[in-house]
C-alpha cells in the first residue's frame, strides 16, 4: 500500500512536471507567429485511480497526458494563472510523497 501511494505520488509529480513544460513552451513562443497553444489535460488518467491528490487533480485540471491538444492564441495571464495552480499541485504532491517516504522510513525502522 505504501509503495502504491509512493508510485502514485510519483506520477502525479511527472504529470505535473509535464504540464509546466507546455506552460513554459507556451510562454516561450507567445509571439511566434503561428504558433497554437499547447496544453496537457490528464483527468482520464488520474481518474482511474484512487487515490485522493490524484482524483481531486482530475477534478481540477482537467483527459489523457498524452493527449496534447493544439488551438488558440496564448494569453499570458491564462497561461501565468495554470503555472501558479499547477505549483500548488505540485506543492502538495512532494508534500504526500514526503509523508509517504516517512511512513516508509517508520516501518523500515520498525522492523529492525
Same mark, same amino acid.
Given at each position: 500500500?505504501?509503495?502504491?501511494?509512493?508510485?502514485?505520488?510519483?506520477?502525479?509529480?511527472?504529470?505535473?512536471?509535464?504540464?509546466?513544460?507546455?506552460?513554459?513552451?507556451?510562454?516561450?513562443?507567445?509571439?511566434?507567429?503561428?504558433?497554437?497553444?499547447? &496544453? $496537457?489535460?490528464?483527468? +482520464?488518467?488520474?481518474?482511474?485511480?484512487?487515490?485522493?491528490?490524484? @482524483?481531486?487533480?482530475?477534478?481540477? /485540471?482537467?483527459?489523457?497526458?498524452?493527449?496534447?491538444?493544439?488551438?488558440?492564441?496564448?494569453?499570458?495571464?491564462?497561461?501565468?494563472? &495554470? $503555472?501558479?495552480?499547477? +505549483?500548488?499541485?505540485?506543492?502538495?504532491?512532494?508534500?504526500?510523497? @514526503?509523508?509517504?517516504?516517512?511512513? /516508509?522510513?517508520?516501518?523500515?525502522?520498525?522492523?529492525?
Amino acid at each position: 500500500m505504501i509503495l502504491n501511494s509512493l508510485k502514485a505520488s510519483n506520477n502525479v509529480l511527472d504529470l505535473l512536471s509535464s504540464k509546466q513544460e507546455l506552460i513554459a513552451e507556451n510562454l516561450a513562443n507567445v509571439h511566434t507567429p503561428g504558433y497554437k497553444r499547447r &496544453d $496537457m489535460n490528464f483527468s +482520464q488518467y488520474l481518474a482511474g485511480h484512487n487515490n485522493k491528490l490524484e @482524483t481531486a487533480l482530475s477534478e481540477k /485540471l482537467g483527459a489523457s497526458p498524452f493527449n496534447v491538444t493544439e488551438g488558440g492564441e496564448v494569453n499570458t495571464a491564462d497561461e501565468l494563472m &495554470d $503555472m501558479q495552480k499547477v +505549483q500548488v499541485f505540485y506543492s502538495v504532491a512532494a508534500r504526500q510523497m @514526503t509523508s509517504v517516504i516517512q511512513q /516508509l522510513k517508520q516501518v523500515t525502522q520498525a522492523g529492525k
